[in-house]
């Protein structure tokens, strides 16, 4: 599945949540989510819109390696 191409910073946190994360922390544009979830894990969003592209995709793979998943069955459950 391809990673969408119009996606804002707020619209993956949302999306995110249905993983457990919650903002933790806010710096500048960035915010700092975390989980609790399957061990603590922590991860950086930009807060840009769109977010682009390689971030996108190194973020779907820091969430499927700490859930165990690959990053096509975060894409199919997030999309």
């Avoid at 249905?18 to 399957?38: A, F, L």
């Amino acid at each position: 599945m391809r990673v969408p191409r119009d996606l804002s910073g707020k619209e993956l946190i949302k999306l995110l949540e249905k993983y457990g994360y919650e903002i933790t922390n806010q710096r500048g544009s960035h915010i700092k989510i975390t989980t609790q979830r399957n061990g603590e894990h922590h991860i950086v969003i930009p807060n840009h819109s769109p977010i682009k592209i390689g971030t996108l995709n190194g973020i779907m793979t820091q969430v499927a390696k700490h859930f165990s998943l690959t990053k096509n069955q975060v894409l199919e459950d997030l999309f």
